[in-house]
């Protein structure tokens, strides 16, 4: 009975590239969330999305971030032309349905920026 | 704006004492309060979720109460030990804020054997 896997654990980019990070979502779970925690912080809402589509992105920036949820394989959030300020832990969490319905999360992948 | 406040951000207690950890929130109309267990470079560990409903929620050593009218949770760590060292999160859901669940900046507790 999986949880959510989130992978890499941990990923090492030089400034400029590309960073993927992937989300599997709990068995059964439709709905996913991309959270960010900066050092020293807690966590911030980035986006939601269901199956194929983003229902909130609010909380990412608006230039070199995406993600998506496509309808087969697991959720991807990317980072173009990273930036030191990118370094960060970013944590998924999946829920059965949206709403109210408990979120739960993964190990989270930690970005480190050269 | 939904805020959520813990206050202290750290606090080092030590080992065998009984301690609080205090959140508080801007809003009444909650989903539900979370507290999470975060070890340093870790992921975050569900410890007690209270429903909008419930007044309180406990395992084992901890508690956890929910006053949804004066916008304040309480965890309650009895009997503290030093594996009990780490950084306690507290996640509110609220209703206006749809998807989101906002996080405290959380209380790093030291237990000082």
């Known amino acids: 009975n999986a949880g959510v896997m989130q992978n890499p654990r941990h990923l090492v980019r030089r400034r400029g590239q590309e960073a993927r990070l992937r989300c599997s979502p709990m068995?059964?779970?439709?709905?996913v969330y991309w959270y960010r925690q900066l050092p020293e912080e807690g966590l911030k809402f980035m986006v939601y999305?269901?199956?194929?589509?983003?229902?909130?992105e609010s909380g990412m920036p608006k230039e070199r971030f995406s993600a998506e949820f496509p309808k087969e394989g697991p959720s991807i959030l990317r980072i173009q032309q990273v930036v030191r300020g990118d370094s960060a832990a970013y944590f998924c969490?999946?829920?059965?349905?949206?709403?109210?319905?408990?979120?739960?999360f993964g190990d989270g992948t930690r970005l480190s920026i050269l | 704006k939904q805020e959520v406040t813990q206050i202290p951000a750290a606090l080092s207690v030590p080992e065998g004492e009984n301690l609080v950890l205090n959140c508080s929130f801007t809003?009444?109309?909650?989903?539900?309060l979370q507290w999470f267990r975060q070890d340093p470079g870790k992921g975050l560990t569900s410890l007690l979720l209270?429903?909008?409903?419930?007044r309180e929620q406990t395992s084992g050593r901890l508690n956890a109460s929910l006053d949804k009218s004066s916008g304040r949770s309480t965890l309650y760590i009895a009997a503290s030990q030093p594996g009990d060292s780490a950084t306690y999160l507290c996640?509110?859901?609220?209703?206006?804020?749809?998807?989101?669940?906002?996080f405290g900046s959380g209380t790093r507790l030291s237990i000082r054997p």
């Open positions: 969490a999946s829920s059965a349905t949206g709403d109210n319905q408990p979120q739960h």
């Open positions: 068995k059964g779970h439709s709905h």
């Open positions: 999305l269901q199956k194929e589509n983003i229902i909130d």
């Open positions: 809003d009444s109309a909650i989903y539900n």
């Open positions: 209270i429903q909008s409903s419930q």
């Open positions: 996640a509110v859901h609220f209703y206006s804020s749809a998807s989101k669940i906002i």
